[in-house]
């Protein structure tokens, strides 16, 4: 486990930092993604140095972490649309090699595994981290050998997330997941936290018992993670 604490701006310059070592030494890498507010500087500077020549994506797939059950790719909540905004349609990648489990199709959950799988697995998986310890969509109790799969959605799930619909009732209270297994598989892991509303489950998935109560922290038994953290999320370590 490494452990890397600064601001959230030089974070996301050392995660960059990290996906131009991969690229550089395996440029057809397998790349998990992840959604939300926390990845987005680290998106903005993976899209900089792109298109100043420094990273290139054009041989890489990825696989993201999650998407909402009744979304489809074109709504502008869905986590297909979020990837495009924020990364895809910014960078040298193939979008026919970009893959986000489907939220429609939900009976072909288990179908995503063995993409993966047939991919060669994912190299790096990038994470945050819900208030709760979920990472992913994987809830607190979620057994640790699971794979990708469709979740309930907590209450403070989703009243985390109502800041990007018109009201909570429009949030979907459902979600397909790759599961704490799929994520462990992974040969390597970056988890991102930002700002003092995660110092809390930060102490807990780093410092804390690894138990299904707090998800993130399976990721303690996980040979090759890094946590890229800002001060205000590590100030409780």
């Known amino acids: ?44 500077e993976l899209s900089r140095r792109c298109k100043a020549g420094e ?4 041989d890489a797939m990825s696989f993201n972490l999650d998407e909402y059950v009744g979304l489809d790719g074109t709504h502008d909540q869905s986590y297909r649309y979020f ?14 090699k970009t893959f986000v489990p489907s939220g429609i199709d939900t009976d072909s959950a288990s179908d995503y595994d063995k993409a993966i799988q047939a991919a060669g697995g994912i190299d790096m998986q990038l994470l945050g ?22 979740v309930e959605l907590t209450e403070s799930t989703r009243s985390a ?19 704490i297994k799929t994520v462990m598989n992974a040969r390597s892991v970056i988890l991102m936290a930002i700002g ?5 489950i930060i102490k807990a998935t780093i410092q804390g018992p690894v138990t299904e109560e707090v998800p993130a922290s399976v990721l303690q038994l996980h040979p090759d993670v890094e946590f890229y953290i800002d001060y205000e999320a590590a100030a409780l370590l």
Not at 196 to 200: D, F, G, L, M, Q
């Open 83 to 96: 990837m495009n905004e924020n990364l895809f349609n910014h960078i040298d990648i193939d979008i026919n």
């Open 1 to 44: 486990m490494k452990i890397i604490i600064d601001t959230k701006e030089k974070i996301a310059e050392m995660a960059a930092d990290r996906y131009v070592r991969l690229l550089k030494e395996k440029p057809n890498a397998v790349l998990g993604g992840a959604t939300g507010s926390t990845p987005l500087g680290l998106y903005a």
């Open 196 to 200: 003092s509303a995660k110092a809390e």
């Open 161 to 179: 997330n109502a800041r990007f619909f018109e009201s909570i009732d429009e949030v979907p209270t459902h979600a397909v997941t790759m599961g």
């Open 129 to 150: 981290i819900g208030n709760n310890g979920h990472i992913g969509f994987n809830e607190p109790g979620t057994p640790f050998g699971s794979e990708t799969h469709v």
């Open 55 to 58: 990273i290139s994506f054009k």
